[in-house]
């Protein structure tokens, strides 16, 4: 079975921080590839110059980087959305997977996640933590919280 995750790599990174720990991205491409056999994981992320040896970094941990260019407004915050980039891209992909895994929390992902349910395509929603979209909460068996699974999942500085 060829199992496929679409990961909103602003979504996870800010769900998981916003709870006082950083996610070891290595231990949780290993955590999708052992627990629910993903042999592609793709990570949608903002490009921003200078930040190469972090993507390189992803790279090597064994995801696909698709970037989205970014905005940088006026007060220095940059914008970088890529909810349609994920969105397309799951549907571009759609005949190469027999299930997908969605990793966010966005309601704005509701579409998708319908979509694939109706054609019994989608295998989880993974969320970084309790506070994910009330529209979500209709797919509730499918939904893995990523805060419940810290001890295993934190990055731990040597």
């Known amino acids: 079975m060829r199992v496929f995750a679409f990961i909103d790599s602003q979504d996870l990174n800010l769900g998981v921080t916003s709870q006082g720990w950083k996610l070891d991205y290595k231990k949780f491409r290993q955590y999708l ?5 993903v042999s592609q994981a793709y990570l949608f992320i903002g490009y921003k110059p200078g930040n190469e040896r972090l993507y390189t970094s992803l790279q090597r941990k064994g995801y696909v980087i698709i970037f989205k260019p970014t ?7 940059v914008k970088g959305n890529v909810d349609a ?3 397309l891209h799951a549907m571009l992909e ?9 990793v966010s929390g966005d309601g704005d ?4 996640a319908e979509y694939l349910a109706k054609q019994r395509k989608l295998s989880r929603i993974i969320v970084p933590n309790r506070h994910f979209s009330g529209l979500l909460r209709r797919f509730f068996p ?11 999942l934190e990055f731990k500085s040597k």
């Open 109 to 112: 992902f509701y579409c998708l």
């Open 85 to 87: 980039e994920l969105v």
């Open 33 to 37: 590839r052992e627990k629910y056999g």
């Open 142 to 152: 499918y939904i893995v919280r990523v805060d419940r699974q810290q001890d295993r």
């Open 94 to 102: 759609y005949p190469n997977y027999d299930q997908a895994i969605i």
């Open 71 to 77: 905005l940088e407004h006026s007060d220095g915050t």
